[in-house]
């Protein structure tokens, strides 16, 4: 795979500061496919000048302009679609067809949503007798995870671009090849020099340099709710805005009028989609008792058809992770219908797909964040006991309900405390905010309401 030895910064690849580097890893057979510098400090540092620089004359550009430039944004992402496919399946080791539909499909509608978003969004407004204006924030540290590479920049980019910011990126060390490709597009769009720039390293020192940077403006971050404390934790000592997209466990309710099978059948397909490296997986499927038997039956079937379907993890550490996360399921008590421990390949860092009935509420995979195959099968005795189940952990970022009739499905999840619920299977929406409750995270990303957070209010009185 093709992999630039130096940072975008200022519009040009520059060399990095340091000679450390870090190996990109195929975990489908555990090749080393190519290597990015390792980003310092200074790096970071120049970046962020860079940022500064740029930001006057970036904010100042018309919004149509800016539009234009992220409608060439998408346009170079439809012509190198295959290509952004391929790099992410080699370094994630997603199945190329799903790398194709979703890694390199969605950050194209996203991009468009912001291309559009860009022309037609109000930044000026009359209020009384008051003009109020929405300005960009300034310079934007992004911070961007593994498990949709592409996905998670545009998310972040798009928007800060269309707002009139400018962005430091640093993308997760698994997935650089991704980002370096997307800084490719950038320039090739005709993003000007020093609107967006590319650091590669290590979270706890290139991300760190970045969330800490006195002349970052907001940090955009998507990764585990620990790492999102301490870098909230880090902003508010400055007064630095943040967005955090943080961890989930959500719930899958299937109330007892809805069509079982469907639910089920689509409930294990969201878990196994992407390896379960998803934080708005639906990992927690809850069935009423008299439904009970029936659901973990047709799960167990479903899950083993998933046997060769999907890719691998990420890498060996959450390979041992998930499978860490399915002994413990087994140490508690649950009751192991698919799958299990045992890696189903000689080769890669695979995990079976796995499926646990017998789960109660208060055990650890019913509670925290597994990011692989894992599905945990609960019972429910009425809908206020569903309720409490759906809503007992300290994530709120997803989740499900399925009924016979819409407005008894709503009618449930709009006491679920969690910021997106689809009702009986409904389709992703680019334009809809995504973000959490509680520990799930601050702020929303796509659509108008993920433009918003990069905007900042001033109002003139007359």
Not at 134 to 153: K, M, R, S
Not at 216 to 236: E, M, N, P, Q
Not at 361 to 386: K, N
């Amino acid at each position: 795979m093709k992999a630039h030895d130096g940072m975008y910064i200022d519009g040009a690849w520059r060399p990095a500061v340091g000679t450390d580097t870090i190996e990109v890893v195929n975990p489908v057979d555990e090749q080393v496919i190519g290597r990015v510098p390792a980003g310092t400090a200074e790096d970071v540092d120049a970046a962020v000048r860079a940022a500064r620089a740029a930001f006057p004359g970036w904010a100042a550009t018309p919004p149509a302009e800016r539009a234009a430039r992220l409608a060439a944004l998408r346009d170079i992402l439809v012509a190198r679609k295959d290509e952004i496919a391929e790099t992410v399946t080699a370094e994630l080791g997603s199945p190329l067809p799903f790398s194709q539909a979703v890694h390199a499909g969605v950050p194209i509608a996203v991009a468009g949503s912001y291309a559009e978003l860009a022309a037609t969004y109000a930044f000026e407004e009359k209020v009384g007798n008051s003009t109020v204006y929405q300005e960009p924030v300034g310079v934007v540290g992004a911070i961007t995870p593994w498990n949709y590479p592409l996905h998670q920049i545009v998310a972040k980019v798009a928007p800060a671009l269309a707002a009139g910011c400018t962005v430091v990126l640093k993308p997760a060390e698994d997935t650089p090849l991704t980002a370096q490709l997307f800084a490719e597009v950038a320039a090739e769009a005709g993003i000007p020099a020093g609107v967006f720039n590319l650091v590669t390293g290590l979270g706890p020192v290139a991300g760190q340099a970045l969330a800490e940077h006195p002349d970052v403006d907001l940090v955009s971050f998507t990764g585990s709710t620990a790492v999102g404390k301490r870098i909230g934790a880090t902003a508010g000592g400055a007064v630095k805005r943040v967005a955090l997209e943080l961890g989930g466990k959500s719930a899958n309710v299937i109330l007892p009028s809805a069509d079982l099978a469907k639910a089920v059948g689509v409930g294990v397909a969201n878990v196994m989609s992407n390896s379960g490296q998803t934080c708005s997986a639906w990992t927690r499927m809850l069935v009423h008792t008299a439904q009970y038997d029936e659901a973990v039956e047709l799960a167990a079937a479903a899950a083993e058809k998933y046997g060769d379907r999907i890719g691998p993890v990420v890498n060996a550490k959450q390979q041992a992770r998930v499978r860490s996360y399915i002994d413990k399921g087994v140490t508690e008590g649950a009751r192991l219908v698919a799958g299990g421990p045992e890696s189903p390949r000689e080769q890669g860092y695979f995990v079976s797909p796995t499926v646990f009935a017998d789960v109660t509420p208060e055990m650890t995979i019913a509670q925290e964040e597994i990011f692989g195959p894992v599905l945990s099968i609960i019972r429910y005795e009425d809908e206020a006991d569903a309720l409490r189940i759906a809503n007992g952990t300290v994530y709120g970022l997803a989740g499900a309900v399925w009924a016979g009739g819409e407005a008894e499905a709503v009618a449930f999840a709009r006491r679920l405390d969690t910021g997106q619920v689809d009702i009986n299977g409904g389709r992703f929406n680019p334009l809809a905010p995504f973000g959490g409750y509680k520990q799930s995270g601050v702020g929303r990303e796509l659509g108008s309401h993920g433009l918003s957070e990069y905007l900042q209010t001033k109002s003139l009185q007359f």
